[in-house]
């Protein structure tokens, strides 16, 4: 197959990481043609791409090798998996609320798959949830974020709040989540609202109104809106953190909590 190498320079401008699909794409090639793995063999040899895994690759800048070329984390995370919606702390960082920097980034996808490590970042999948994908509703509350000229997908930040609460540990633990959600400058309740009856799960809407109730005068949250929360929360108490005993009531969402969280202790510090 006689490569345009000025075709595959177009390609590498608009495709700093790229998997193996968008090269058969770009040049019309079918799964069952080698065209798209030659392509790859001979500019791996010529030194102009490197790889980060099978069937993904980036491309290695002007004057610089495989091993000096620093490849952006955040669009590796987003070629890992088909469909990707990028998550919890990687989505408030992209979002421009995350407190800390962290070298973990989070990707929904349709299935697990192996935590993956690569120049010092660790890359791990999350299942998106089932109700989502039940529902074919995998995007709901997502947008793009543009970077490096590459358009992500990432969860909004009305999604983004329920899941982190939802997960913590996702993002950087209870905190970490809370400074970084305070950034916040406001949220739309009707879209948290939307999500929570798409999920159906009594904790979230728990945890959720605890939140906004600590913070009803930050995102202006009225009265009726925490009392519609509340009317969904489960009739007997539930751990926020469900492996770990003991911890303060918070009554009225019938939330076992950390003290810590409770008092937001950590802003004494």
């Known amino acids: 197959m006689v490569i345009d190498h000025k ?25 069952s043609n080698r065209g798209a793995s030659d392509i790859i063999l001979y500019n791996k040899k010529m030194g102009r791409i490197g790889r980060i895994k099978d069937g993904l690759c980036y491309v290695i800048r002007p004057g610089q090798n495989a091993q000096s070329t620093s490849v952006d984390p955040y669009l590796v995370a987003s070629k890992l998996a088909p469909g990707v919606v990028l998550a919890y702390h990687t989505a408030l960082d992209l979002l421009g609320f995350g407190h800390s920097v962290f070298n973990t980034y989070y990707y929904f996808s349709d299935h697990f798959r192996p935590t993956f490590q690569f120049q010092g970042g660790h890359f791990r999948s999350v299942v998106t949830p089932w109700k989502l994908q039940k529902e074919s509703k995998t995007d709901f509350g997502t947008e793009n974020i ?3 000229g590459i358009k992500l997908r990432v969860t909004g930040k009305e999604r983004t709040l329920v899941e982190a609460l939802e997960r913590p540990q996702y993002c950087g633990g209870f905190e970490e989540m809370y ?16 999500y929570l009856d798409l999920r159906e799960q009594k904790n979230l809407y728990a945890r959720v109104g605890f939140f906004l109730e600590q913070h009803r005068n930050d995102f202006q949250v009225e009265e009726s809106f925490l009392q519609r929360l509340a009317r969904n929360v489960s009739t007997q108490p539930v751990y926020w953190v469900p492996d770990r005993k003991g911890g303060v009531l918070a009554s009225r969402w019938n939330l076992i909590l950390p ?10 510090f």
């Open 179 to 194: 400074r970084s959600l305070e950034k916040l400058p406001y949220i739309q309740p009707d879209v948290i609202l939307q």
């Open 259 to 268: 003290e810590a969280v409770m008092h937001r202790k950590w802003e004494e």
């Open 146 to 148: 543009e970077r490096l």
């Open 7 to 31: 075709d595959i320079r177009v390609f590498f401008e608009s495709h700093p990481v790229f998997n193996i699909d968008e090269l058969r794409e770009f040049y019309l090639l079918p799964k």
